[in-house]
């Protein structure tokens, strides 16, 4: 069965450190996708990236930077430099391609950047 | 501007009063879905849609019903609202290209319920 992992519920770092948030991924299928979204507080979701499960290339997009490692099956987001616009609640996402879309998400991880 | 426009925002009601979350979407999208957002359990699927007159169940539709009779529109629809349906609530939509698109879900801004 898919399930995702998200076992750090609450973080808290002070701006400009660096944060990695953990994903743990469980699937049978050989072709899946997987996503982060941002919530902020005014409680919006907001989709930040999509990665399938053939393409291992790791991403950078600004401050933000994702590992996806199909061996621990895991797929960890890091903000570099982080901000007190970064406070929010993210969420890690699975969808298998058998599936029709559906799409299993983690319960999220709240992410507090103190100034 | 591309949006997915749920309504109401917020509702507070009383239990067993019929109540329909509307969900529209100007995107053309084929895939349409309705989560909840509970404290301690992320968002879970409740139904969700791959076309017109396409519907199929997510992991908890008890006590929910949709219907999808236009590409745009994804109504929820709760016939006899109880206290324990009291919630955050998500309507999603996505382009379907086919068997592996995959394709980032859009999601409205939430409606959040209240059933007394």
């Known amino acids: 069965a898919q399930k995702v992992t998200q076992a750090q519920t609450e973080i808290s770092v002070v701006e400009k450190e660096d944060v990695t948030l953990d994903c743990v991924y469980e699937t049978r299928d050989t072709t899946y996708y997987l996503f982060w979204y941002k919530q902020p507080p005014s409680g919006e979701l907001v989709f930040l990236i999509r990665?399938?499960?053939?393409?291992?290339q790791n991403e950078i997009s600004g401050r933000y930077s994702w590992n996806f490692q199909k061996s621990t099956s895991s797929f960890n987001f890091t903000i570099t430099a982080s901000q007190v616009v970064d406070s929010a609640v993210y969420f890690c996402a699975l969808s298998e391609s058998n599936r029709d879309d559906k799409i299993i998400f983690g319960k999220g991880t709240r992410l507090h950047i103190l100034p | 501007e591309a949006q997915v426009t749920q309504n109401p925002r917020y509702l507070i009601t009383v239990t067993g009063k019929k109540l329909t979350v509307t969900c529209s979407q100007n995107?053309?999208?084929?895939?349409m879905s309705w989560y909840r957002q509970d404290p301690g359990l992320g968002l879970r699927q409740i139904y969700y849609s791959m076309n017109v007159e396409v519907t199929d169940k997510g992991d908890v539709p008890e006590g929910y019903k949709v219907s999808r009779k236009e590409k745009r529109n994804f109504p929820l629809i709760l016939e006899s609202p109880s206290p324990n349906q009291t919630s955050l609530y998500f309507c999603?939509?996505?382009?379907?290209?086919?068997?592996?698109?995959?394709?980032?879900?859009?999601f409205g801004d939430g409606t959040r319920l209240s059933i007394l």
């Open positions: 990665r399938n499960s053939f393409d291992e």
């Open positions: 995107m053309n999208h084929e895939y």
């Open positions: 999603a939509s996505a382009h379907v290209q086919g068997p592996y698109s995959n394709q980032p879900q859009h």
